[in-house]
């Protein structure tokens, strides 16, 4: 998840993402079938994986209740200036027809009267997220009802086939690439040769995406994005200084310790890629305190990546993100290696 994630800010797929995490499992067998995180980002993400209960087990049919997670985040969501927003799936089976009503008083509290139709959930989450399947091929003779049942309710378009389950990460990040016009299909498999992909991957992938990149050549992919993106957060880089004294002194003696020992081969280097390539370093690689190019990039809880010794020097008198001004739930801080990768990428370049 921390390469999902991270993957999403360098590439700038998505501006401010959040993420809900949902495990789902099978209502008439299972006594966990729907798990739901809150919306977060960072590390935050990754504390919620955690708290997930991987029961196991299975009813021992070809269904799994998929519906739930239709039915909770079609009705239970509240999003505020979301601007493209993404339900993505996975699995490799079909889901039930209908939600009992006990079934939904037991899970959801709510005392319905008849039962609740599937289709009709799926299709009230198709009007409120970018909806996808990501679908692994069923192990028995009932793939063929499997697979209509999903291409009827989503459309073969976005119903991703893949075979090996490390590649869900990769079509993920490509299905929002190219839903949010960050790439073409030829763009974001430069993307994943850039990171080090294999060519198998790159094929499968490539082969899961094809019917939806023509769709959206063919403008018949029906897109979910908000009419008012004035509305919307502003961009990392838009947000105001608040502490910009604060952060500047910060600076200062930052370069003030440096002066009295000799910087690091790495950070020399640095220095003069950013002064030859001024105009060709990305934003995302400059720390936003010192603003020099990253050297040891670490991210806070809020999902930002500083230079470990700038972040380090600030949380060491402040409770709040530099960036945002708003409150760290805590001070961890995480290595950001999928960053620092590219650094060295960029740098080799």
């Given at each position: 998840m921390p390469m999902f994630y991270g993957q999403i800010l360098v590439q700038k797929y998505l501006v401010d993402p959040a993420i809900s995490i949902c495990a789902i499992g099978d209502a008439y067998s299972d006594e966990c079938p729907l798990q739901v995180s809150n919306f977060s980002q960072g590390m935050d993400i990754d504390n919620l994986i955690a708290k997930l209960y991987l029961e196991g087990g299975g009813g021992g049919s070809y269904f799994e209740s998929y519906e739930l997670g239709a039915y909770f985040y079609s009705m239970r969501t509240v999003m505020q200036n979301t601007e493209i927003p993404f339900f993505f799936l996975t699995g490799d089976e079909a889901y039930y027809d209908k939600i009992p009503c006990d079934q939904a008083k037991k899970i959801f509290y709510t005392d319905v009267k008849t039962e609740i139709k599937s289709k009709d959930r799926f299709d009230l989450l198709r009007k409120k997220y970018n909806v996808f399947l990501i679908k692994k091929p069923y192990e028995g003779p009932n793939e063929v009802k499997i697979l209509k049942q999903w291409t009827d309710t989503l459309g073969a378009e976005r119903v991703l086939m893949i075979k090996n389950p490390k590649a869900c990460i990769d079509v993920m990040l490509g299905a929002i690439a190219l839903t949010t016009g960050a790439r073409d299909l030829e763009g974001y498999i430069g993307d994943m040769r850039t990171r080090g992909q294999t060519e198998e991957r790159i094929s499968e992938v490539s082969a899961?995406?094809?019917?939806?990149?023509?769709?959206?050549?063919?403008?018949?992919?029906?897109?979910?994005?908000?009419?008012?993106?004035?509305?919307?957060?502003?961009?990392?880089?838009?947000?105001?200084?608040?502490?910009?004294?604060?952060?500047?002194?910060?600076?200062?003696?930052?370069?003030?310790?440096?002066?009295?020992?000799?910087?690091?081969?790495?950070?020399?280097?640095?220095?003069?890629?950013?002064?030859?390539?001024?105009?060709?370093?990305?934003?995302?690689?400059?720390?936003?305190?010192?603003?020099?190019?990253?050297?040891?990039?670490?991210?806070t809880c809020d999902g930002h990546t500083y230079e470990r010794k700038a972040i380090e020097a600030w949380l060491s008198n402040h409770n709040n993100s530099p960036v945002t001004n708003l409150p760290l739930t805590n001070k961890n801080l995480m290595p950001n290696v999928v960053l620092k990768n590219l650094i060295k990428s960029f740098q080799k370049k």
């Amino acid at each position: 998840m921390p390469m999902f994630y991270g993957q999403i800010l360098v590439q700038k797929y998505l501006v401010d993402p959040a993420i809900s995490i949902c495990a789902i499992g099978d209502a008439y067998s299972d006594e966990c079938p729907l798990q739901v995180s809150n919306f977060s980002q960072g590390m935050d993400i990754d504390n919620l994986i955690a708290k997930l209960y991987l029961e196991g087990g299975g009813g021992g049919s070809y269904f799994e209740s998929y519906e739930l997670g239709a039915y909770f985040y079609s009705m239970r969501t509240v999003m505020q200036n979301t601007e493209i927003p993404f339900f993505f799936l996975t699995g490799d089976e079909a889901y039930y027809d209908k939600i009992p009503c006990d079934q939904a008083k037991k899970i959801f509290y709510t005392d319905v009267k008849t039962e609740i139709k599937s289709k009709d959930r799926f299709d009230l989450l198709r009007k409120k997220y970018n909806v996808f399947l990501i679908k692994k091929p069923y192990e028995g003779p009932n793939e063929v009802k499997i697979l209509k049942q999903w291409t009827d309710t989503l459309g073969a378009e976005r119903v991703l086939m893949i075979k090996n389950p490390k590649a869900c990460i990769d079509v993920m990040l490509g299905a929002i690439a190219l839903t949010t016009g960050a790439r073409d299909l030829e763009g974001y498999i430069g993307d994943m040769r850039t990171r080090g992909q294999t060519e198998e991957r790159i094929s499968e992938v490539s082969a899961a995406l094809k019917l939806y990149w023509e769709s959206i050549l063919h403008k018949t992919a029906h897109l979910v994005i908000s009419d008012s993106l004035e509305t919307v957060n502003p961009r990392i880089e838009s947000f105001p200084r608040t502490n910009f004294k604060e952060i500047q002194t910060l600076v200062d003696q930052i370069a003030k310790d440096d002066s009295k020992s000799d910087p690091t081969k790495e950070r020399k280097d640095m220095s003069i890629l950013k002064n030859s390539y001024k105009n060709d370093v990305p934003n995302e690689f400059l720390c936003p305190i010192t603003e020099e190019i990253l050297v040891d990039p670490v991210m806070t809880c809020d999902g930002h990546t500083y230079e470990r010794k700038a972040i380090e020097a600030w949380l060491s008198n402040h409770n709040n993100s530099p960036v945002t001004n708003l409150p760290l739930t805590n001070k961890n801080l995480m290595p950001n290696v999928v960053l620092k990768n590219l650094i060295k990428s960029f740098q080799k370049k």
